[in-house]
């Protein structure tokens, strides 16, 4: 049956409001207590580089064996600063409310330094570590490589885009889901070469197809690739990953419309980012809108069988650097409050809408071989 937006729209629009078991209770400080449900997450060793952590959800619905079916994949990565704990109370991508009917493994990874590749001056190798984590985890559990996601929060978000673009892991992931991504690129410079110091930030112009590593940063062209057979042969062939992104009109650490981010490198504006992905993958850069609330709007590129395939999802003038939810979380709640009781909660307050069971209906549309 052909994909339709339309239908999609629909359940996105049902999954809206949809409540989670997240809850709060009332607290004498201005803090609230929110209850946590988190599952208890496996952490485990990664082989291939042993200084490193991953840590791992199985749903009920996997319980091994040789007569396993294939289980898609979720690897979640945290936002600077918090970890791969925070990232599984933030997303609650194991929540079986969220998860419905179809059943997934949420593999939540751990930066080293606390912030991942495609950040400014950050110089580990998170495309390699996401690698092994897929063939470690290819290795010891049934999953399904046609139905492997990634999505985030943040500069983790961020490096999604480099994961999007990378060529080295092929077209291993079939669709991403950023939110409040940190897209951090060049400058623009006069001169034609690009500088840490120089040149100007054009926020709604700047060279997307130019992203960050290493430390000195190094630009790097965005030439997104997967591997297929034709003809009885592998062959290298350019790929569109499907987008879905989410981000706050209120947003003051990662700004909707862009400008000088960190180390004064230039954060693209989100509508321009997400029409460059739109053109990547070979749509025009024309869109639809349909309201999701009366805050949230979805913008929607594509048509026909290719309709939905670029997505922007705008939370709403009031949402901040938040995860978008209709209850409390480490993310909205007050300033001063959060994991670290150190002034991480934006004070935003519940969003209009639940982005994670939309993420993951997006997910359910797009397996790798929609597009190959």
Known sequence: ?????????????????????????????????????????????????????????????????PSQSALPVILSFHGASRNATEQAGLDRFWDPVFQGSTPYIVIYAEAHKTTWEGTPNIIDNDTGYTGNILDQINASLSIDSERIFGSGKSDGAGFLNVLACDTSLEGRFAAFAPVSGAFYTFNDTTAGTPTESGGTCNPAVVDTDLYLSGDPPVSHACTPTATVTLNGTPTVVSRVPPILEFHGGSDTTIPYNGGLGRDNFCLPTIPHWIQQWAARDNLPVTNTTSAITSEATAFIFGSGTTDGLVMHVFDGPDVSHSWPATFLNDDNQPPGCGPFGGGDGNGDGPASFNATPMIISFFNEWPRTRLT
């Open 1 to 65: 049956m052909l994909f339709s937006f339309v239908s999609l729209l629909a359940r996105f629009l049902a999954l809206a409001t949809l409540s989670s078991a997240q809850t709060t209770t009332s607290s004498t400080s201005v803090c609230p207590s929110i209850v946590s449900d988190i599952p208890i997450l496996t952490t485990l060793s990664l082989t291939a580089e042993p200084t490193r952590t991953f840590y791992q959800f199985l749903p009920p619905a996997y319980t091994g064996g």
